[in-house]
């Protein structure tokens, strides 16, 4: 018995030396662990579906908390438009604010491979700055921070769309012309 206890014991200390060489790499899993990581595709991710000009323009800007209360928030939103929320075109992508700055700042507008949308500061897609575009009709903006702690103090945004594309703002109506003489 006493042998068969220093046999294992041997072969155990021959493992753990392999695997502080690095040669435990070809020695078969024992743990019953998870698989290997999934390795990172090495091309980028693809474009977005939303191009950088269709959010260039002024919004009216409104956010919730509770997804029962997006109904009452995009009205909120149309009333914005009197101090509007305005997205621009940059040499990136577009130039807005972002959180906890009071200054615009460029944008990525940046695709997914799982096929979302994302807008923020950083490459790469889901980063802690983004906001992920959750829907857009080309009138109405829904778009949520992906940081949790952001995201709570934000809420989730409602942006939409001041004036009808092709019409004249919204001032004062224009007198009618004089007739001719």
Request: aromatic fraction near 6%.
């Amino acid at each position: 018995m006493f042998g068969s206890f220093q046999g294992v014991a041997r072969a155990l200390m021959a493992v753990a030396l392999l695997s502080l060489t690095g040669c435990a790499s070809t020695l078969p899993s024992f743990s019953g662990g998870g698989s290997a990581p999934e390795p990172q595709p090495s091309a980028p991710p693809p474009p977005s579906n939303i191009r950088p000009e269709d959010l260039v323009g002024r919004w009216g800007l409104a956010a919730y908390h509770r997804p029962e209360d997006r109904a009452r928030t995009e009205a909120a939103a149309r009333r914005g438009c009197t101090q509007p929320f305005v997205i621009n075109r940059s040499s990136v992508g577009v130039a807005m604010l972002g959180h906890d700055n009071p200054q615009v700042q460029d944008m990525l507008v940046k695709g997914s491979y799982e096929g979302k949308t994302f807008i923020g500061p950083n490459p790469q897609s889901g980063d802690a700055d983004d906001r992920e575009v959750v829907s857009f009709d080309g009138r109405v903006l829904v778009m949520r921070w992906v940081d949790q702690e952001v995201a709570g103090r934000y809420g989730t945004m409602v942006l939409v769309r001041c004036g009808a594309e092709g019409t004249a703002s919204r001032g004062a109506p224009r007198p009618a012309p004089a007739p001719a003489r």
